[in-house]
């Protein structure tokens, strides 16, 4: 892994939250890096209708094409892919890695948009009893005891991997898809096989009041006490839990100025909950960026 770039603030996501945020930081000379892996829900809208300035219908794309060349132009940098991780390293700053490079951030803004990728069969009606979305969070739960992770990509290679030192075994349930990584960690079961769906004769699931086991479409029982969801890339809700940030149905708690209840964490956009609106996340954004300003400018901790 390469050396570690520092910067005073790493923004998640590339949507209308994430850049209107980078025009202030960038502005008041902080040292900004735009973390996503594309531009987000907005970018794929057809036509946006009610956007200020705008007397005609203007595609999202390009909409978010004219922030992203604001922000090259103030010299933001980007960075173009999957993040699996962010943690606070002991020195007070953040870790922000995508198992290939990293950095570290003096602050970071959560703007991922919003949250959790739907979980098939229902599985969400177990969360707390047998399911859970944070390997680091809940994985000490089940010392000893059989779990699996359910999802076929790097996020859900980085959830095993944190269970493996825990749980008496660990199982990946791709549910008919190959993984998209190429690492095997030792003592990893990769699972491949369709998982039963809801017009199957058998349940998906078993279990009543707790998840005991998942189902595939032959009918195979596969036992486990935990079953963790990596569906996906991770989402806001999904760093916010690992770092301690408060949540409630799957949004993140932030005040007016868009600070959670981390110190140097801050959010902004569709993850922090509704109204789901372009003109909304821009002035989160803006709120957010302005106070991460003025958080770093009490603490003098600009690089």
């Known amino acids: 892994m390469q050396p570690a770039k520092a910067f005073d603030c790493v923004i998640l996501g590339g949507g209308p939250a994430g850049l209107s945020a980078a025009h202030y930081t960038l502005r008041a000379g902080l040292s900004t890096m735009i973390w996503a892996r594309d531009s987000g829900a907005l970018a794929k809208a057809h036509l946006v209708e009610n956007y200020f300035g705008f007397a005609e219908p203007v595609s999202g794309a390009s909409i ?74 809940d994985g000490f739960f089940f010392r000893g005891k059989p779990v699996a992770v359910l999802g076929n990509g790097k996020y859900a290679l980085t959830e095993a991997e944190e269970l493996l030192p825990l749980a008496s075994s660990v199982t990946l349930l791709t549910n008919g898809k190959e993984p998209s990584f190429e690492e095997r960690p030792e003592g990893l079961i990769i699972n491949t096989a369709p998982l039963s769906g809801p017009t199957s004769e058998h349940n998906a699931i078993t279990g009543t009041e707790r998840l005991t086991g998942m189902v595939d479409k032959n009918g195979h029982i596969i036992p486990v006490s935990g079953l963790f969801l990596a569906l996906g890339t991770p989402g806001a809700a999904d760093f916010a839990s690992r770092l301690g940030v408060m949540t409630e149905h799957g949004h993140i708690l932030v005040d007016a100025d868009g600070m959670t209840n981390v110190p140097g964490i801050f959010a902004a956009g569709d993850c922090t909950g509704t109204p789901y609106q372009v003109s909304v996340a821009v002035g989160q954004g803006a709120t957010a960026g302005m106070a991460i300003v003025e958080h770093l400018r009490a603490k003098n901790k600009l690089y």
């Open 64 to 137: 978010v094409e004219a922030g992203r060349a604001n922000v090259r132009r103030l010299g933001g940098e980007f960075m173009e892919s999957e993040v699996i991780s962010l943690s606070m390293a002991e020195d007070g700053l953040f870790s922000i890695s995508d198992g290939t490079q990293s950095v570290t951030a003096k602050t970071v803004l959560l703007a991922t948009g919003r949250g959790f990728q739907a979980a098939p069969y229902k599985l969400d009606r177990f969360i707390g009893n047998g399911v859970s979305r944070c390997a680091i969070c």
